[in-house]
């Protein structure tokens, strides 16, 4: 075992050789010099140092402990629990130690257990099990601890904290464990802090939906669940560094001991200096919540499986105070397969980290539709991604992903596939906030799409406008591997989902396209591109200026129509979305990026929807665009506008739309009272869409809530499909026209003549 100075990183080292020797040195350090002579040549590549800015350099952790606490193990596997030798070949019961309300006092320190934990529910190494508070609110003083333990070789994950408050759990390695290592259960868990903690060679276990691997889940889902019949049964998750899994009520023993929703809304705490490497699905995720209801014929997954959730901290978990964001500062995370981090919520920000390595470096996704927590923003500031640093790794023979990268294509061991795109920072809905961000030795290859920042693949929603950049830096990247929209093929499918089409986000300063002030979009996206926007064939993007905004259009009985929206003025490129179905499957949403001040028609693949909510998304006080919504002959409406306010639940009226038979008469908005314009001849219903309140910077909705207009149609029974574009047009053709948007201001345009400026405001690239 190897004694560490308290600067120096942990790494799992074995029992020297007898020929090691030790010396000391004059401030009391120890250096030990190995030779490995006899053990051989080291099979894999090791790193010590940091590698292109990333601190790569190994753990070093102590294993043997001179107190030392072990179970009594057989010599081959012990089926005391159903099916436990289809998965192991060796005895997982083992010792545990179990501290539980009420004790006088609890202080673990300087103790080494190895084989310990059992494939059973409550039987851990270290299991604080409904404890309550075991700080001073509990009346423990000192507080209660774990210090400097061992824990190796066990059966059931590390240390437990279950139903537990206000545990210090500090400089405790934990190496080749069964499931979660470091484990908090029920969900109620406050105030426990991790601090300098390690685990190393985290295995699949059969306990929890998320311990398990692919073949555990399915072999123990058959056999739980025999009556039922499974499509598309999966358990995810095993080989995650730091998870964070909400439990939207407690759960187990635990239930009941807050109300619905307390843990998605508590802030997040301290989570500083952590890395996570060589992870197989991510180096840290929050995201998902657990399942409180036993398997049944309606719901056919376990108890305790993973389901949606949604992270939105706020002050003591009130969703009605103010934001409390949730900080990761220097964090680091490389050589992970996955991901560097997926981390889904709102207010999640991030200072200081660094990404090496990984299949996709950074993914911030929202709360939900433009989100469920309103007004709240993701972002990464002052933080380095690398896409393929020197540490090259170790070719071996089962070694299956090997293969050329970087910019000199040297054989290298990669993340996912020899084609798979490796992206830094990958955007999926938004708003995403990235500031003074390094990108270092991203470079695309033939048949591979490497890039800095790219996109979701395969997405069935759309990026939020928002989305914005500032400060960006290259180091190594050509300026083709700065950004890649996708194309169909390997990993992007068809690229022909809802949010493929409409990948977008603001480049503030110009730090990526090298336009301050413009937005870089998918190069076939029509609804938001103009004359004046230059195409970038290696990115399959453009880079265009504009005001921009969304709709996000409900559409009830039917809901499982194919929308075709057009602008006016390129009315032969029309965009199809098939819409994100929602899981209540009783409307179909969709949410496009659009052009404001323009003209719009949408059309159906069937017969148009008897009711439609349009939500104005993005839109700032007087911002507007008209549609036309197609309807069959002898349709008949009701229209009115609402506020809604998502969080207190509350919609409130605001107006009632009146037919009119003049077109110009849609540019009278009242504060009670609109018109709306029925052009039975082609089949359009216009309508003026315009915001009526100011909203804040972050916010996809007023200060008052969101704008939005209910139509309901009786419609013939003997209508047929609902798509008007070839009455349409020509007659609604518009010429287009680039507004001039430029404020061009001295910072940016300094050293700029006065007709470069009258240039570039004329083309807009500057606003």
Request: aromatic letters at 12%.
């Amino acid at each position: 075992t190897v004694f560490a100075d308290s600067i120096t990183p942990f790494i799992i080292a074995p029992t020297p050789p007898q020929e090691a020797q030790r010396e000391t040195s004059s401030i009391g350090r120890v250096t030990l010099k190995l030779d490995l002579v006899p053990l051989g040549k080291a099979t894999y590549l090791h790193i010590g140092e940091v590698v292109d800015g990333v601190d790569m350099r190994a753990e070093v952790g102590l294993l043997s402990r001179n107190v030392v606490v072990m179970g009594e193990m057989e010599g081959r596997c012990y089926e005391y629990s159903s099916k436990l030798c289809s998965f192991f070949d060796f005895d997982t019961f083992g010792g545990h130690i179990k501290i539980a309300l009420n004790f006088k006092a609890t202080h673990i320190e300087g103790l080494e257990l190895k084989y310990m934990g059992q494939q059973t529910m409550g039987h851990y190494p270290i299991h604080f099990h409904m404890a309550g508070d075991v700080d001073e609110k509990g009346g423990y003083n000192p507080p209660t601890y774990v210090k400097d333990v061992s824990i190796h070789h066990t059966f059931s994950r590390c240390v437990t904290v279950h139903g537990s408050n206000g545990l210090l759990v500090k400089d405790v390695v934990g190496y080749d464990a069964l499931g979660h290592c470091f484990f908090t259960e029920d969900g109620p868990e406050e105030r426990n802090t991790f601090d300098h903690c390690l685990g190393l060679l985290v295995k699949p276990s059969t306990l929890l939906p998320s311990d398990r691997d692919s073949r555990m889940c399915k072999l123990i889902t058959e056999a739980f669940l025999l009556s039922f019949l499974f499509s598309d049964d999966r358990c995810l998750s095993q080989e995650t560094g730091f998870w964070f899994v909400l439990h939207h009520v407690p759960t187990g023993p635990s239930a009941g001991m807050y109300s619905p929703g307390y843990s998605e809304h508590m802030p997040m705490g301290k989570f500083s200096n952590n890395r996570a490497h060589s992870n197989y699905r991510a180096g840290m995720i929050i995201d998902n919540g657990v399942k409180t209801t036993p398997a049944s014929a309606k719901d056919k997954r376990p108890i305790l499986t993973l389901i949606s959730g949604r992270y939105s901290p706020h002050k003591d978990a009130d969703p009605l105070k103010p934001r409390e964001p949730a900080i990761i500062e220097h964090f680091i995370a490389y050589k992970n397969q996955d991901h560097g981090a997926w981390l889904r919520g709102g207010d999640v920000w991030l200072d200081n980290c660094q990404f090496a390595d990984n299949g996709i470096g950074l993914t911030l996704a929202s709360g939900g539709t433009f989100p469920h927590d309103d007004g709240s923003k993701q972002e990464i500031k002052n933080s380095l991604f690398v896409g393929e640093s020197g540490n090259l790794g170790t070719e071996t023979i089962d070694n299956e992903i090997w293969g050329p990268g970087g910019l000199d294509h040297r054989g290298r061991t990669l993340p996912i596939g020899p084609d798979f795109p490796i992206r830094g920072i990958q955007f999926y809905d938004g708003p995403i906030n990235v500031q003074n961000c390094t990108f270092r030795k991203f470079a695309a290859l033939d048949g591979r799409h490497t890039s800095a920042l790219a996109f979701r693949l395969n997405n069935a929603w759309q990026s939020c406008p928002n989305n914005n950049v500032t400060d960006i830096h290259f180091e190594d990247v050509p300026i083709t591997s700065r950004v890649f929209f996708g194309e169909p093929g390997p990993w992007f499918n068809g690229l022909d989902m809802d949010g493929d089409k409409t990948s977008v986000f603001h480049d503030v300063d110009g730090s990526v396209s090298e336009y301050p002030g413009s937005y870089l979009i998918k190069e076939d996206n029509w609804l938001i591109k103009h004359p004046d926007c230059i195409d970038m064939p290696d990115w399959r993007g453009s880079i265009c200026s504009g005001h921009f905004a969304q709709i996000y259009i409900q559409a009830y009985k039917p809901a499982n129509l194919k929308m075709k929206i057009i602008k006016n003025d390129y009315h032969d490129h029309p965009l199809y979305l098939e819409g994100a179905l929602s899981k209540s499957t009783h409307y179909q949403q969709y949410q496009p990026v659009i052009t404001l001040r323009k003209g719009y028609t949408i059309h159906w693949d069937k017969t148009a929807p008897e009711e439609l909510a349009i939500w104005l998304i993005n839109f700032n006080k007087n911002d507007w665009i008209q549609v036309g919504f197609c309807y069959p002959k002898g349709t008949t409406f009701s229209i009115l506008s609402d506020i809604h306010n998502r969080l207190l639940k509350k919609t409130y009226k605001t107006g009632t739309f009146y037919r009119t038979s003049q077109m110009e008469k849609l540019e009278h908005r009242y504060p009670s009272k609109g018109y709306y314009y029925w052009d039975e001849d082609t089949g359009l219903l216009f309508l003026k869409l315009k915001a009526q309140n100011e909203k804040e910077k972050f916010a996809f909705c007023s200060v008052k809530g969101c704008e939005r207009i209910r139509i309901k149609a009786v419609i013939p029974k003997t209508a047929g499909v609902s798509d008007c574009e070839a009455m349409a047009y020509p007659k609604y053709i518009e010429t287009p026209i680039v507004e001039n948007y430029c404020q061009c201001k001295s910072v940016i345009l300094a050293h700029i003549v006065p007709t470069d400026i009258e240039r570039l405001c004329t083309r807009c690239l500057i606003f």
